[in-house]
C-alpha cells in the first residue's frame, strides 16, 4: 500500500506570494491532518479534515486554510506569505477522525519564503 | 489544555550506551500514547505506542510503558547504535495529536 504523499517537496517563494501544498492520504484513509514544523517551535498542529470537513483548527492565522476533496486528497492554502511561514509542512493520514490510533506522516513540503 | 512534555536535547551518548528519554503528560482523557522518530530529511515514522495504562510499547529495541499513576510514558533502549541517530517526539491522541517538542539524539561510533 502506498504511502503518505506530499507535492512538492521543495519550494521557494517570496514574501506576500501565495502557495498551494498537496496531500494525498494512504489508499481508504479519511482523515488528514497538517502540521507546520520549524526549530524553534517543534510541530504544532494546523487543522485535520475528515470527509470534506475541517474537524479541528490550531492556533494559526486565517492566511492558513485547508480543505479535502471527496476522494480524501487535501490541499493546504498559505496566502500573503512572511518570512516566519518558512518551515517544513507535515501531512498525515488516519481511517478515522478522533480515534486512538496513530497517524501515518508524509515526508513533508519544504517552504522557504525569501 | 493536554500537552506533552519530554526532555530537552541533544542527547549525546556512546554506541552501545543505555538511552532513556523521558516523557511525561497531562490529559484530560484517556490518550494514547506514541513515540515518532524522524530521521534526517524524512518525515514522522511511528516508533511505538500503548493506547491503554500499563501497556507496553516496543520496537527495534526500544520499548515504553504508559504510567498512568506517573503520567509517564519514557522511551528506552539497552544498546544504542549510531543509526538510532535521530529526532524522537513524544505524543499523545485522544482527540487530536499532541506532540511534545522533540529530543535529538547523537549516538557516538
Known amino acids: 500500500k502506498a504511502g503518505v504523499t506530499q507535492t512538492p517537496r521543495y519550494l521557494i517563494k517570496t514574501r506576500g506570494q501565495q502557495v498551494t501544498l498537496s496531500c494525498s492520504p494512504i489508499?481508504?484513509?479519511?482523515?488528514v491532518s497538517w502540521y507546520q514544523q520549524t526549530p524553534g517551535q517543534g510541530l504544532q498542529f494546523l487543522f485535520e479534515y475528515f470527509s470534506e470537513t475541517q474537524r479541528n483548527k490550531g492556533n494559526f492565522p486565517g492566511r492558513f486554510s485547508g480543505r479535502q476533496f471527496s476522494n480524501s486528497r487535501s490541499e493546504m492554502n498559505v496566502s500573503t506569505l512572511e518570512l516566519g511561514d518558512s518551515a517544513l509542512y507535515l501531512c498525515a493520514s488516519s481511517p478515522r477522525a478522533g480515534d486512538n490510533n496513530e497517524q501515518f506522516f508524509g515526508p513533508g513540503t519544504r517552504l522557504t519564503v525569501l | 489544555g493536554d500537552s506533552v512534555t519530554q526532555m530537552e536535547g541533544p542527547v549525546t551518548l556512546s554506541e552501545e550506551a543505555f538511552l532513556t528519554i523521558n516523557c511525561t503528560y497531562t490529559a484530560t482523557g484517556y490518550p494514547s500514547l506514541f513515540w515518532y522518530v524522524q530521521y534526517p530529511g524524512e518525515g514522522l515514522q511511528l516508533l511505538l505506542k500503548?493506547?491503554?495504562?500499563?501497556d507496553k510499547g516496543s520496537n527495534k529495541g526500544f520499548e515504553a510503558t504508559y504510567r498512568k499513576e506517573t503520567t509517564s510514558f519514557h522511551l528506552e533502549k539497552g544498546s544504542v547504535q549510531v543509526s538510532d541517530s535521530a529526532v524522537y517526539f513524544c505524543a499523545l491522541r485522544d482527540d487530536k495529536i499532541i506532540f511534545g517538542k522533540g529530543t535529538r539524539l547523537h549516538i557516538l561510533p
Open positions: 489508499s481508504g484513509h479519511r482523515s
Open positions: 500503548a493506547t491503554k495504562a500499563d
